[in-house]
């Protein structure tokens, strides 16, 4: 089993005397960096003057420039979007990297697939909460932490990892549990992750199911509430307890049908489409396409949003969420 590292295991004296620049005020950004203040950091934002400046400050923050915070900063948390990071680094960072400084992300992505290449007296490593912003922030205040992966690219000082687990202490994450990866390995499974399962499969799964059932004949409100809205009570006993507990909380009959049935759904030829996926992530292929499409100001991406958005299930949903009573 890989080792599991918890609060004992992080000393936050590492961190002392340091200043952490917080690059981005966003669903991250401003979690991780409310959570490092109140575990006794000195944070500072970084960020143009903008929509998120205004939240730092209310959050009783003093914004500077992304410049400014990248020269104040021993530690530089990119925590902006991960398609700009290239050209911000660029821009306004690498100037402002000092010999024995550190570059951190919350994905690595740009490391992975040298997007950002930094000077190599610089530390490279990754602290990246496994939940959303929201989820980092509330658990922390509720007096507890999001898991955690850490990953070290380069260690320049020799510090790095002690540095990785006190931020990762910092955001809360020691109080449930660290594990370590590298930045190749957290990208690429992230990557296939949600392209295979968790977003991309299982969104087209639900749609499949939802118009087989339609295009049969049956009300789009029932297809609704068995093909998407029951997916949660599944994925809930899944998390909870493995496959074989979700099954052992299904109906005899569910059980069965599923068992026998699902293997004719993801076939080895779905497999094979696995495989071809994974190696376009691991290529880079993935990564220059949707940088291009970035590039270009995401025209396919824009596209299948308005597509996606007009779908008889998207209507179906919105209607059916609404007429629920609450409470
Ligand atoms: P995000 O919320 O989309 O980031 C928004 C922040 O970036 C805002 O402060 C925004 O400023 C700033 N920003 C946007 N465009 C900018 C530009 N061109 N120049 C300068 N600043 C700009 O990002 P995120 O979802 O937190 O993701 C940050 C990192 O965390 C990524 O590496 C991501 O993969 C990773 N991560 C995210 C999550 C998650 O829960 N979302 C989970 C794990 C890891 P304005 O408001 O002023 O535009
Ligand atoms: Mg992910």
Redesign the pocket.
């Known amino acids: 089993m890989a080792k599991m590292y918890y609060d004992n295991d992080a000393d936050l004296g590492v961190l002392k005397g340091k200043t952490i620049a917080i690059?981005?005020?966003?669903?991250?950004?401003?979690?991780q960096a409310q959570n490092m203040r109140d575990s006794g950091l000195d944070v500072v934002i970084g960020?143009?003057?903008?929509?998120?400046?205004n939240?730092?400050v209310e959050h009783g923050f003093k914004p500077v420039s992304?410049e400014e915070a990248a020269a104040k900063g021993d530690f530089v948390h990119?925590?902006?979007?991960?398609e700009?990071?290239a050209?911000?680094y660029n821009k306004?960072i690498k100037d402002n990297l000092k010999k024995g400084n550190t570059l951190m992300?919350?994905?690595g992505?740009?490391i992975r697939f040298n997007k950002i290449v930094p000077p190599k007296n610089v530390d490279v490593i990754m602290v990246?909460?496994?939940?959303?912003?929201?989820l980092?922030r509330e658990t922390y205040l509720a007096g507890f932490g999001v898991p955690a992966i850490i990953a070290v690219e380069q260690d320049s000082t020799g510090k790095a990892k002690k540095n990785a687990l006190a931020l990762a202490k910092a955001i809360g994450a020691t109080r449930a549990g660290v594990l370590e990866t590298t930045f190749s390995e957290e990208t690429e499974t992230?990557l296939f992750g949600e392209q295979v399962d968790l977003c991309g499969g299982c969104a087209e799964m639900i749609k499949a199911s939802f118009e087989t059932l339609v295009d049969a004949g049956y009300q789009p409100e029932i297809a609704y509430f068995e093909t998407l809205h029951e997916l949660k009570l599944i994925t809930d006993l899944i998390q909870a307890g493995g496959i074989e507990h979700m099954w052992r909380n299904v109906s005899n009959t569910a059980e069965y049908g599923g068992r026998t049935r699902g293997t004719r759904i993801i076939t080895d030829k779905t497999k094979a489409v696995m495989k071809e996926i994974l190696e376009e992530v691991k290529s880079g292929k993935f990564a220059d396409e949707w940088m291009s499409e970035c590039a270009r100001g995401m025209p396919n991406l824009n596209e299948m949003r308005k597509d996606g958005a007009d779908q008889q299930i998207e209507k179906v949903g919105e209607g059916l969420r609404k007429m629920f009573k609450k409470g």
């Open positions: 690059i981005g005020y966003g669903i991250q950004g401003h979690a960020l143009v003057k903008d929509r998120s400046w939240l730092a992304i990119m925590l902006i979007p991960d700009i990071q050209d911000v306004k992300f919350s994905h992505f740009n990246a909460p496994k939940g959303p912003g929201k980092v992230d």
